[in-house]
């Protein structure tokens, strides 16, 4: 496996279901996000981790939430979605939080919710 | 407020048909810009990073350039292969990255 890889692609899932989202870096980085990308609207920032800390919320309802086990895996929450929150959801890593706009993204989780 | 549109929303170009995409940003205090290309389904991919003004970066038919309020994408002889979203993306002295909202490439043969 190279680069960010994502798990599942797809995900359906009602709105009292509880599921996650799964991402691995494998390109040795320090830095990981969550970025969800919307129909019509630009790539919103989640969640950013340094060195497996959290170092950035914008924001985002409890109904998301995130873990870093270690640098290379970051996972994503979900339970009591809205159907307003169906999106493609974006994993990505870069060398370090100070280089953050050189990002490694992976292929992106795409979660429907009814 | 910091703010990047971008223009045209939608260009359709002939097969070796060039033209430039732009990014207008209104930020505090740029660190950088960067360029980023996305195929349907599919994660961004880097391109570019820009860090001052005059700076150009070139990749293939791609080219990047920056001024003070501006970037530009200029694309020689596309193919249709170069048919994507390119995304920029300015990043502020408090290291916030911005994105835009993307202009959809389509390179007809």
């Known amino acids: 496996e190279t680069g960010v890889t994502q798990t599942p692609r797809h995900l359906v899932m009602g709105m009292t279901n509880k599921k996650s989202l799964k991402c691995e870096q494998h390109l040795g980085h320090n830095a990981m996000y969550w970025y969800k990308q919307s129909a019509k609207k630009p790539l919103e920032l989640m969640f950013v981790?340094?060195?497996?800390?959290?170092?950035e919320n914008n924001s985002v309802p409890s109904r998301f939430s995130p873990e870093c086990p270690n640098s290379s895996h970051l996972f994503l929450h979900l339970h009591t979605l809205q159907p307003e929150d169906s999106a493609l959801y974006l994993c990505?890593?870069?060398?370090?939080?100070?280089?953050?706009?050189?990002?490694?993204f992976g292929e992106g989780s795409r979660l429907t919710v009814l | 407020e910091d703010q990047v549109t971008q223009s045209p929303e939608a260009l359709r170009l002939q097969e070796g048909e060039s033209s430039s995409l732009n990014c207008s940003y209104t930020v505090s205090g740029l660190r950088g810009l960067f360029w980023y290309r996305q195929d349907p389904g599919k994660g961004p991919e880097f391109l570019f990073t820009l860090y001052s003004a005059g700076e150009e970066k070139e990749k293939e038919r791609l080219k990047a350039t920056l001024t003070k309020k501006e970037s530009f994408l200029h694309i020689t002889a596309p193919k249709p292969e170069d048919s994507a979203t390119y995304l920029c993306a300015p990043e502020t002295s408090y290291d916030k990255v911005i994105f835009g909202p993307g202009t959809s490439l389509s390179v007809i043969p």
């Open positions: 981790y340094s060195l497996e800390e959290r170092v």
């Open positions: 990505a890593s870069s060398q370090d939080k100070w280089s953050t706009g050189e990002l490694f």
